[in-house]
Nanobody
Framework: QVQLVESGGGLVQAGGSLRLSCAASGSIFSNAVMDWYRQAPGKQRELVASITSGGSTNYADSVKGRFTISRDYAKKTVHLQMNSLKSEDTAVYYC???????????WGQGTQVTVSS
């Protein structure tokens, strides 16, 4: 009974910013690792950012210093603030909730981010 709904994608010029949001239903959000993945046409899915249940964060080298992942426990929402966007950031971005100990993995529907040169 977990569902993720993503929003915030769109079209932006290089150098601009977008903020993605992922709202979770259910009662396990606070115990879960939340990830943002992206997949561009013709490329493999890539992990771009993670945040643990305790708030520790990790980023792919390609986005480090430009993207920030955060979570709001009260609203059961994870955000990805994307600054200084590049054309290489163009992809469908997917939110994922995971609880490894339970073997649970839930994906959002994806939201398109397009960065024009």
């Amino acid at each position: 009974q977990v569902q993720l709904v993503e929003s915030g994608g769109g079209l932006v010029q290089a150098g601009g910013s977008l903020r993605l949001s992922c709202a979770a239903s259910g009662s396990i959000f606070s115990n879960a690792v939340m990830d943002w993945y992206r997949q561009a046409p013709g490329k493999q899915r890539e992990l771009v950012a993670s945040i643990t249940s305790g708030g520790s964060t990790n980023y792919a080298d390609s986005v480090k210093g430009r993207f920030t992942i955060s979570r709001d426990y009260a609203k059961k929402t994870v955000h990805l603030q994307m600054n200084s966007l590049k054309s290489e950031d163009t992809a469908v971005y997917y939110c994922k909730l995971g609880v490894v100990a339970w073997g649970l993995e839930v994906w959002g529907q994806g939201t398109q981010v397009t960065v024009s040169s």
